[in-house]
């Protein structure tokens, strides 16, 4: 599959919802633009979500810190349901998540 393409770009989604992480380095400097993509597909179940949605939700706490440390800044965008990964980390009851996510934004904000 060619890297930026949509099908390319959800697999990265898929292997960070299945718990992986191996791969995400080097699509993420095969296809910079990844850090920001949205599953646009219609009738998908991951309508909305970015690469931060899958790692929030799925409790992948390696590819949170990746696309964190990888400039995956849209933690509050928000999914076909209105909710951000953030909101995913608290209704899911995932301390480490949200802590991860708020570190992040301090150090964000430390550098501005």
Same mark, same amino acid.
């Given at each position: *599959? ?14 960070? *919802?299945?718990?992986? #992480? %191996? #791969?995400?380095? &080097? *699509? =993420? ?8 993509? &949205?599953?646009?597909?219609?009738? $998908? ?11 929030? /939700?799925?409790? %992948?706490?390696?590819? =949170?810190?990746?696309?964190?440390? %990888? ?7 928000? $999914?076909? *349901?209105?909710? #951000? ?7 899911? #009851?995932?301390?480490?998540?949200? $802590? ?7 150090? /964000? &904000?430390?550098?501005?």
């Amino acid at each position: *599959m060619q890297p930026g393409g949509e099908m390319w770009r959800k697999d990265a989604l898929y292997e960070i *919802m299945d718990g992986k #992480s %191996n #791969s995400l380095v &080097r *699509m =993420l400097e095969q296809d910079p633009d990844l850090k920001k993509w &949205r599953c646009k597909q219609v009738g $998908d179940e991951c309508l909305g979500f970015t690469l931060l949605h899958g790692a929030v /939700r799925f409790g %992948n706490k390696t590819a =949170l810190k990746i696309l964190l440390d %990888n400039g995956a800044v849209f933690i509050l965008a928000k $999914d076909k *349901m209105g909710k #951000s990964p953030f909101d995913w980390g608290i209704l899911e #009851s995932e301390p480490l998540m949200v $802590d991860m996510i708020m570190v992040w934004i301090i150090r /964000r &904000r430390q550098r501005l």
